[in-house]
Nanobody
């Protein structure tokens, strides 16, 4: 059973930074595309950023230039470095493969940005 465990969330003021981590129970080098998703209250879950096995990244327009996704296959971990955070970034953040698999959803990590 694959487990993805997110961590690193918290409460931060607008303009601040956080780094999220996603630890996988399997070798991330076997996964083609990993992604970070988020779900704000009352909204659908959305893909925020993705990274291929070869290191090619993509991000949503709303976070472009502020969020950076990376992966360390030696540690089976995917990261999301978030800077210049805005109140609208407040959400529960999850990692999963792209496209996502229902069985892989973890509990996520809460990010709250105060104005």
């Amino acid at each position: 059973q694959v487990q993805l465990v997110e961590s690193g969330g918290g409460l931060v003021q607008a303009g601040g930074s956080l780094r999220l981590s996603c630890a996988a129970s399997i070798s991330t080098s076997s996964i083609n595309v990993m992604g970070w998703y988020r779900q704000a209250p009352g909204k659908q879950r959305e893909l925020v950023a993705s990274i291929t096995r070869g290191g090619i990244t993509n991000s949503a327009d709303s976070v472009k230039g502020r969020f950076t996704i990376s992966r360390d296959n030696a540690k089976n971990t995917v990261y999301l470095q978030m800077s210049s955070l805005k109140p609208e970034d407040t959400a529960v953040y999850y990692c999963n493969v792209v496209p996502p698999l229902r069985a892989y959803w973890g509990r996520g990590t809460q990010v709250t940005v105060s104005s």
